[in-house]
């Protein structure tokens, strides 16, 4: 599904570029990425546990920071299908997780989770 709608939006002059790792900017519509000058009219941030760290060199979101989590999911083993859609809690405002969910999966597989284990190690970007 998500290769249909890159093809897509190929069709509309979109440029896809992976392996290219953010490196800096260089100017309002230019950035060094992987070994390449890109210009670009306009830009997505897709840097993953980066994209606040790119954000911020773009002049966005100065006050936040992401705080990256390890989520593990289990996988319900039983034959029975108990459930055949997504199950979410209602959010707590003061916690705003999303807190354990079941999840069908495409090949009707479920799992249930996820954990929330806290990543602190220092996120760095490659130069």
Request: aromatic letters at 12%; proline letters at 6%; hydrophobic letters at 40%.
């Amino acid at each position: 599904m998500i290769n249909a709608l890159k093809l897509k939006l190929e069709k509309l002059e979109i440029t896809f570029l992976f392996n290219h790792p953010y490196k800096r900017i260089l100017s309002k519509n230019s950035i060094i990425a992987g070994e390449k000058r890109i210009d670009y009219g306009m830009l997505v941030n897709c840097g993953g546990l980066y994209a606040d760290k790119i954000a911020k060199d773009f002049g966005f979101s100065q006050n936040y920071t992401l705080a990256p989590f390890k989520g593990l999911y289990l996988e319900f083993k039983d034959s029975e299908r108990l459930v055949t859609r997504n199950i979410y809690p209602v959010p707590n405002i003061k916690n705003p997780f999303l807190g354990i969910h079941i999840t069908v999966k495409v090949d009707g597989k479920i799992k249930i989770g996820p954990t929330a284990a806290p990543c602190f190690r220092e996120r760095t970007m490659k130069d």
